[in-house]
């Protein structure tokens, strides 16, 4: 079966860090997904991670464990427009599509 | 611009109705996906084509019909047999078999379905 896991919820302050953690159980592997979804709106492209490691694109980081099925996004000097879902989604061994957790809503504070 | 259009923007279905959601893609992908959002919970995949004239059922097909004639099309009907259908339906489309490797989904706009 197919199981990701990441919080509901969390809280930041605006010019912070913050981490959001994914861990995943899949039938298979071929790459894991992040999206931000603000409400409403349809899902954008992040990152994508493969390979074990750290993947670096501008304010937003990306890592993946392969062996602890944990990836997790790291979001640095954080603005109010990085309010948004936080979707965390695994590329399983079949010709499918992804398979999505149920999202981390990040609240940003001033 | 390239993209995924999606219309209308929300739909509302009578009882007994079917309704076919529509999505085009001009990016000259491969692979079209439909997914369901419901409040709380994550996408999940309905009918999913790797190419053109073949479609494979997702994780929660039934009372869903696709077709996959062109290309760039990959309607959607929900039929009278979807007993819950509200939520919000999301296409996206992927480079496809072609390409190994980083194939990130891009997503339309969404059209959101309520009941009458």
């Known amino acids: 079966g197919q199981n990701i896991d990441q919080p509901t919820e969390m809280t930041a302050t605006e010019g912070a860090i913050v981490q959001i953690n994914c861990t995943y159980q899949?039938?298979?592997?071929?790459?894991l997904f992040w999206y931000q979804q603000h409400a409403g709106e349809a899902p954008t492209f992040l990152s994508y991670n493969v390979l074990d490691g750290l993947e670096e694109k501008g304010r937003f980081s990306s890592f993946l464990s392969r062996s602890k099925g944990y990836s997790y996004l790291l979001l640095k000097e954080l603005q109010m427009k990085d309010s948004a879902s936080y979707l965390c989604?695994?590329?399983?061994?079949?010709?499918?599509?992804?398979?999505f957790g149920k999202g981390t809503h990040l609240i940003i504070q001033p | 611009d390239g993209g995924i259009t999606q219309s209308p923007k929300y739909l509302f279905r009578k009882e007994g109705q079917n309704v076919t959601l529509s999505c085009e893609q001009n990016?000259?992908?491969?692979?079209m996906y439909w997914y369901r959002q419901d409040p709380g919970q994550g996408l999940r995949l309905i009918y999913y084509s790797q190419i053109v004239n073949d479609f494979q059922k997702g994780d929660i097909a039934e009372g869903y019909s696709v077709s996959r004639e062109k290309k760039e099309s990959f309607p959607l009907t929900v039929t009278s047999a979807q007993k819950n259908p509200t939520a919000f339906y999301l296409c996206?489309?992927?480079?496809?078999?072609?390409?190994?490797?980083?194939?990130?989904?891009?997503f339309g706009d969404g059209t959101r379905l309520s009941i009458l």
């Open positions: 990016l000259n992908h491969d692979a």
């Open positions: 989604a695994v590329k399983g061994g079949g010709a499918d599509g992804l398979t």
């Open positions: 996206a489309s992927s480079i496809g078999p072609r390409v190994l490797g980083n194939q990130p989904q891009h």
């Open positions: 899949t039938s298979g592997f071929n790459g």
